[in-house]
């Protein structure tokens, strides 16, 4: 008879569902970001389409955003962790959007605000709502930890 969860086959175990807030905190952390700019990465990932790896957004003069993180191809390509990495898969958007945001953190002086309108690409001020927003998740999840 199939065994659906296929908990009696060691050569296939069930892998339990990934918690992608646990898991952009954990490559944050992997890649050497500071707590406090860590905690953007789980909501900038919520803000982006929920986080959800099999995403593309619309089309912008720079390409479509795509994955979890909403990275456009030149960002991508910039951050990317390996030659073979795949924006839809979560942990390698993930790895490349703390990637990108340690850069901004650096750059910002720590400035959060600044982080999420970078990540944004609008540094002249044009993501006030969307860093608005982020900053509010951010937030929410303190509140829930």
Not at 50 to 65: I, M, W
Request: overall charge negative; aromatic content about 8%.
């Amino acid at each position: 008879m199939f065994d659906s969860d296929n908990t009696d086959n060691p050569q296939n175990p069930v892998q339990p569902p990934v918690n992608p807030v646990k898991r952009s905190l954990e490559i944050a952390n992997e890649e050497g970001l500071p707590p406090e700019a860590a905690i953007l990465m789980p909501a900038i990932m919520m803000q982006e389409y929920g986080g959800n790896p099999g995403v593309t957004g619309e089309q912008t003069k720079y390409g479509r955003a795509r994955g979890a993180m909403q990275i456009i191809p030149s960002t991508w390509d910039k951050y990317k962790h390996r030659p073979d990495a795949d924006p839809y898969n979560l942990d390698d958007s993930l790895r490349a959007g703390a990637r990108y945001v340690k850069d901004l953190y650096e750059q910002s002086g720590g400035d959060l605000r600044k982080v999420v309108s970078g990540y944004y690409g609008a540094a002249s001020g044009r993501g006030v709502n969307y860093a608005d927003d982020v900053l509010g998740t951010v937030d929410q999840i303190r509140g829930n930890a």
